[in-house]
């Protein structure tokens, strides 16, 4: 501004830069920075920052998202986490003095089983028989059949009544265990009042069985032969027709395309689970039906006179037949259906007659039996470490992903694994067993060495087979410890194989102890070294430690390198279980050199160890 001559004074208005200069004042900068420009420059700024941290934040927290985290171990039913123990009733127990095994033996037992780690028993066929009246004499009992049911719902009198089956079950349950009963759809007795009627053509219960053939026929109808070497069929002096019988011809086979007889069955089935039974044993499903027309079986390639041998024939139209899938899904419907209590019910079944284990477990997509048996390895007489890899394989290859495995030691049927195999190979296989994922079943006494006794086939129609010896309690009482106060035995006290690394009972506790491990009851299976001699693999889950199972299964000491033969096996393991090697359990080794004795077994463990993305 400025003053004029007669002292007044004149404003005049500033002017303006036309642009930002460096050292403006703050007017100047002022009034720049509230120019449109400038706000919008500042306005971006801030939101790029903003955007900027935004962004960051998300970053952030789609790491911690996607960061590999612990997964959670499947959750495992009672028959998936428990090992099983397989009872021959008659041979167990016996707690009246009669000389044969009964239901109130077995209960005194119950601790016994419970202390070798097992949580489940599963009995064999207690029904009513020609036989198994209250007092039989030792040789019509030794002669009977166990399949050769009278009634599906009664207890045979030799080994208690409803009543000592209810207490059993109670007991079982008050020990946090569970009890298995056999189911014998396929066939009943000839003395069955089912059989007995439907020997009268004219009765409602005629087509219960399968008939064939005329009065005026002298030849069986077809060229089917039954298991044990003779013809399938024979002829009903009343009817003047031939029943069928694939076993022995005092079980005819039941006519399971009739609605009638599936629902008797499902009958005895719900009439069980009333009784709290937690679930069935199926025998042999595979046989249950028969090709319709009844086409002859055909002969099998190079023999050249068939004769009555099983054997001699490919049964393609006596077993396997494809209406079993959908039957044993129905029954598991059942099962399913039983809601008195919120425990899941089991079906367990034989895998026997050319049924396809995939469509066991699933047929159409719908559930089917939770635990085909796996009797593998009952059926070698000798197997090293690839024998050993072949039935695992093939086992685990046939199992749909999420179905769950077994592992049996042995069975009613079958020779005793301690018969074919020494002790130590045994104990090798228990390793195994106990350790793959899925569930072992091991037949009662091979938990103390039991052998076969006498001579001659494990699977016979009479009930002395040779893995059936009586049960020993204590070696140097009156029957071993089998009854008190009796003078005879329905058959011969088990030999015992001799225990040359401690008792095997004492082995599968631990083993029991260790598959309760989460890495083995739920943990992820992956195959490692395996060879002539060896079998291994690793069981983890995430968060937990991890194992490497390493069996020799060759009759000589090796030495192996494991590291690199599955990429969690770690250097820094830490022994813990062993059998048959020179190490002791917390020993440290790397598994880059593990020596194992012949039928030996290691189990080294290490830390888990999080995966970097």
Not at 64 to 76: G, I, Q, T, W
Not at 86 to 92: A, D, E, H, L, N
Not at 180 to 190: A, C, M, Q, R, S
Not at 472 to 485: H, L, V
Request: proline share 4%.
């Amino acid at each position: 501004m400025t003053r004029e001559a007669n002292g007044s004074v004149l404003e005049f208005e500033k002017v303006r830069p036309s642009k930002p200069y460096r050292g403006m004042g703050k007017e100047d900068l002022l009034y720049f920075s509230s120019q449109p420009f400038w706000r919008r420059l500042r306005m971006i700024c801030v939101a790029i920052v903003l955007i900027g941290w935004v962004a960051l934040i998300i970053t952030v927290a789609a790491l911690v998202l996607a960061y590999p985290r612990c997964r959670e171990a499947p959750s495992r039913s009672w028959w998936q986490a428990e090992a099983v123990y397989r009872v021959y009733v008659p041979s167990f127990k016996d707690s009246n003095g009669d000389g044969i095994g009964d239901l109130k033996g077995i209960e005194s037992k119950l601790d016994y089983i419970k202390d070798q780690g097992f949580g489940v028993i599963s009995l064999s066929p207690i029904y009513a028989t020609a036989n198994t009246e209250s007092n039989p004499t030792i040789n019509a009992f030794r002669a009977g059949n166990d399949l050769a049911v009278t009634d599906h719902k009664a207890v045979g009198g030799v080994y208690g009544t409803l009543g000592d089956i209810d207490s059993l079950v109670a007991a079982v349950h008050d020990r946090g265990m569970y009890l298995v009963l056999d189911f014998i759809p396929g066939v009943t007795g000839t003395t069955h009042a089912w059989f007995s009627e439907s020997r009268n053509n004219g009765s409602e219960r005629r087509n219960f069985y399968v008939w064939a053939g005329k009065a005026s026929d002298a030849d069986p109808p077809n060229n089917w032969k039954s298991h044990f070497g003779i013809p399938a069929w024979t002829k009903d002096s009343t009817r003047q027709q031939f029943y069928l019988h694939q076993f022995a011809s005092d079980t005819p086979d039941l006519n399971l395309r009739s609605a009638a007889v599936r629902e008797e069955l499902e009958d005895i089935l719900t009439f069980w689970l009333d009784r709290d039974i937690d679930g069935f044993n199926i025998r042999d499903p595979g046989f249950i039906f028969e090709d319709f027309d009844l086409r002859n079986n055909t002969v099998k390639p190079g023999i050249t006179s068939p004769g009555n041998a099983y054997t001699d024939y490919d049964p393609i139209h006596t077993s396997g037949q494809p209406e079993v899938y959908g039957l044993l899904e129905e029954w598991r419907m059942t099962l399913r259906a039983h809601n008195k209590t919120a425990t899941e019910k089991v079906l367990l079944t034989n895998v026997d007659g050319a049924l396809d284990i995939s469509r066991i477990y699933s047929f159409c997509d719908r559930s089917g039996v939770q635990m085909p048996l796996n009797t593998g390895f009952l059926t070698t007489t000798s197997c090293n470490g690839a024998c050993v890899t072949k039935l695992v394989s093939d086992w685990m290859g046939k199992t749909p992903s999420g179905k769950w495995a077994t592992w049996m030691s042995g069975g009613d049927n079958y020779d005793r694994i301690f018969t074919t195999f020494n002790a130590s190979y045994v104990e090798a296989f228990m390793t195994l067993s106990f350790l793959l994922p899925g569930t072992p079943v091991l037949y009662y006494g091979d938990e103390i060495g039991a052998q076969n006794i006498g001579s001659g086939s494990a699977m016979t129609a009479a009930r002395n087979g040779t893995s059936r010896g009586i049960m020993t309690w204590n070696a140097n009482s009156t029957q071993d410890g089998f009854c008190d106060n009796c003078t005879n035995i329905w058959t011969s006290v088990m030999s015992r194989a001799e225990q040359q690394r401690g008792p095997t009972s004492d082995y599968i506790k631990e083993l029991v102890t260790l598959r309760r491990k989460v890495s083995f009851k739920s943990g992820e299976y992956s195959r490692a070294l395996v060879d002539d001699d060896v079998f291994s693999f690793v069981r983890e889950v995430d968060g937990e430690p991890g194992y490497l199972v390493a069996i020799n299964f060759g009759p000589n000491k090796v030495s192996r390198d494991f590291i690199g033969s599955h990429d969690t096996i770690s250097p820094e393991g830490v022994i813990a279980m062993t059998r048959g090697t020179a190490y002791s359990v917390d020993d440290k080794v790397n598994p880059a050199k593990l020596e194992i004795e012949a039928y030996g077994a290691v189990v080294v463990s290490w830390d888990y160890v999080a995966k970097e993305l």
